[in-house]
Nanobody, 124 residues
């Protein structure tokens, strides 16, 4: 059974850091584009970052460029999202998702498989 499990969320002060993990089971992550998305209360789900399956190209939303870094560890079948310089507006539930085509890196509608999400709260 194909499954994605996120971890690493929590409460952090503005300016702090968190590292989210997305662990896969039932399939090999490196054959899929893996995206991170977030959804705040009352808002639509938005693409945050993606790493491609083919050449490891990375994509970022403008709002997180220079602060977030996505990476992949194929040996651990895990994708990470390192989040630095966190802001209150980064508060949301963060999801990872897998897309076998990688055709639209930050479009949530292109992704077929989703984790359950992990809460990130940035507050003093």
């Amino acid at each position: 059974q194909l499954q994605l499990v996120e971890s690493g969320g929590g409460l952090v002060q503005p300016g702090g850091s968190l590292r989210l993990s997305c662990a896969a089971s039932g399939f090999t992550l490196d054959y899929y584009a893996i995206g991170w998305f977030r959804q705040a209360p009352g808002k639509e789900r938005e693409g945050v970052s993606c790493i491609s399956s083919s050449d490891g190209s990375t994509y970022y939303a403008d709002s997180v460029k220079g602060r977030f870094t996505i990476s992949r560890d194929n040996a651990k079948n895990t994708v990470y999202l390192q989040m630095n310089s966190l802001k209150p507006e980064d508060t949301a539930v963060y999801y990872c998702a897998a897309d076998p085509t990688g055709s639209a890196p930050l479009d949530p509608y292109e992704y077929d498989y989703w984790g359950q999400g992990t809460q990130v709260t940035v507050s003093s």
